[in-house]
């Protein structure tokens, strides 16, 4: 890619999306990304740059609840969207039952992917309640983890989705 | 008792909510970004730095060496790294110029204006070009050390005789393994502050909060009280954030005093992974005399270290290796000679093991091949030579402690099934593709700083307790994911009979904390937790002596006595410094006596299968059992274990660093390949607890002992299962092609 020439002014464009359930308009540059739009406009850091290629999935956000890696996603290309990031995962005080196991079990230690790895779970639930733990590998794949060698997370999302059943509730 | 139990971590709900602050998250007014311009040949003198026209550069704050104000080199064991290259290139990742601009896009745009001219020498790019000397690249005073950072030997016993005896075999081999990327997700990052009156302050990702305050004092000629060193949250070390982070912060803070605004650096995962420090590559040469019975009578052992361009830790990085190069056995003649060697490679660094997982792997694997060859099974060679208490290391020392590694070895095993495993595996291997193995290995690691090291850092650790009633732990020691704030208010919270939720530990600023060392060695838990629990004992003893407390007298009571004492002295705080177990002594001279304090000890098992169709390997169950004194944390302590053993898989058989004239080629997340949750195996882990009196609660360190045990336990299920020997690492489908075809 060309770098941005200093000279030329930039051109924003309108774009109107929901994030964590409240709509947003932003004028955002054509080269912005998802994931700059998130942290740098509307202050939302908790999603994380780890390689700004879609090598690492620490930026994993839910893309009208399919999991995306904001890095290689253009903002304009969400126009209408509806995103979900880390922020919006609790209800309040009230963790969600992925965090709440993330926290109990350990599955969260530098808590670097941690954000990532909690969106790709939740789209996972989202579509299969029980997953098996071969499921959960799989859908977890695009989330690089250096520090807990996976263990742990699987752990918590098993946990998660048997409180979620249990409780009879949507991920 | 708080120790012992799955409490939760004391950050976790920061991390799973995404509010904690790391420092990319962090943005001042006004605040610049900052890049690095670097070398690209290996090795040459700069002969004239070019900005390109077509910038507009008045608008860019430019730093080069010329305007570093004080010293420029980046004070560690030596002297020999500068901050910026000012004539002498000695690596392709050398930082020559840095630019700041407030936004991220022109300054790429401008980096790549910037052209450093350069007359190429020839470079010295291998462990043997370096031993060879074919040019001296570093320490050129034409005494036999030119190109060697350290060298070091140990002798124990009488090598040359138990070589010479007629009942003997001789066994020899060379062993090799390559460089690793620490690979933690968040990459290194800084920003920096300065003003004339409180001189720099900078915020960032680090394991070690004074050594970047050491590093910046003589880089701007500044009082201890003008650099302050505040860690920000940290997501990863594994090592990779114990020396580098000073050079990042010595640049952030150079472009941050030219430019009078905050400058922020953060690196890219391709910088990151090519310019900061990886795991040094190795080379060993392992000699041994066995008995027909399995006894080994003497290891005659050559380790050499590739340190890249500067000394910068590698002397310490060998000296942990060579001292667990001869392993958990009592070989009564042994001789290490080691050598840290200069290439003009960017420098290798502080990983997570720290040098021993490059001997043990060759000596965890030589020894599978002396079984081997001697039709020995390699479970009861190993039982017949394991250290016992009273018995002594290669460095005579007596280990005074328990120990049963047999036991360990016996519970790994079992939990592996390994016996019934390799009988079936062996017999079905034959009619099949996919062939299937299993290995193990056996190893200790040895907690804390190596030698006289605790000693000479003399850490320092405080407690305050506020008025009311809480108590904040005052420490540099990092929590980066391992579990430090967890850990020391776990033992605050045992030590003083009070509520875990009462026990905060405060942000690492060397404004505020004292100096408890570098959050590195396996030393947080054992080391500066015992420091921990003796301030604590301190701080309540200070309320005792009052005749306003007594011990288990309730939080209420406790809150009452610091709110009396502190509305008539202003302030409680306890420090507590290290002091040297009398029993423990260390010669520096002839690199004997007490290497540590104490060990952990392990048993890994490894099963693996490999697809001859495809050369594809794969390691499908994994058990790691270890003694490791008390666990303080069943939760944490298994997470150090599972996570260590998956960057040990990878070293084994994924990550592989490829060099092209000293930079590394590979330098993303696409072809270097870390274990992902498709890759990892199960990982049982498996504690057995001998307390030791060297920690708090009877806790040893355990953070680096997983990474030890993976690499050979898995090559030796390779070895197994094709009946080959596997001696180098990583170990990649176009390596086993290689091997099997020959």
Redesign the interface.
Known sequence: MEAVVSDAPETLMALTLTVNGDRVRVAVSPTRTLLELLRYDLGLTGTKQGCDKGDCGACTVLLDGRPVNACITLALSVEGARVDTVEGLADGPRLHPLQDAFVRLGAAQCGFCTSGVLLSAKALLAENPAPARLQIKQALSGNLCRCTGYTKILDAVEDAARALCSKGQQP | MIVGT?I??K????????????V??IVFPDMLHGVTVRSTAPRGKIKAIHFAPS??WN?FTVITAKDIPGKNYVALITYDQPFLADTVINHPEEPVVLLAHH?K??L??AR?AVTIEVEALPPVLTIEESLAKTQIVWGQDNSPHENIFKEYTVVKGDVAAAFARQDVSLFEAEYATGAQE??????NGMIATYSAQDGVTVWGSMQCPYYVHKGLLPLFALGDDKVRVIQT??????GGKEEYPTLLAGHAALLAMKAGKPVKMIY??QEDMAATTKRHPSKTRVKSAVTKDGDLVGLDIDFVIDGGAYNTLSPVVLSRGTIHSAGPYHTPNVRVHSRAVATNSPPHGAFRGFGAPQSIFALERHLDEVARKMALDPVALRKRNFIRQGETTATSQTIREPVDLAAVLDKALAAADYDAKKKRFLAMNPSSVVKRGIGFATFMHGAGFTGSGEKTLASVVGVEALANGHVRVLAASTE????TNTVFAQIVSDTLALPYDMIDVAQPDTRDVPNSGPTVASRTCMVVGKLVQSAAIGLEQTLVNAGDYKHGAGADAFAAACAKYIAKHGSLKCYSQYQQPANVEWDDKKYQGDAYATYAWAAYVAEVSVDMATYEIRCDDFVAAQEIGRVVHP??A??QI??????GIGYAIYEKVVWKEGRMANG???NYI?????D?P??RVLFDEQPSPHGPFGAKGIGELPMDGPAPAILNAIAMALDVSPRAIPFLPEDLMALVKK
């Open positions: 799955k939760p971590r950050e976790g709900l920061q991390k799973v909510t995404g509010a904690a602050r790391y990319d998250d910038i507009r608008e936004d896009h022109v790429e745009e790549r620490q690979l933690y997700i968040e990459n949250e940290t997501g990863g070390g594994f890219d995962r980066i994911g391992q579990g939760v944490l298994e997470g599972e996570g260590g053993v998956a960057q993303q997340m696409t870390m274990p992902t949750s498709a990892a199960p990982i």
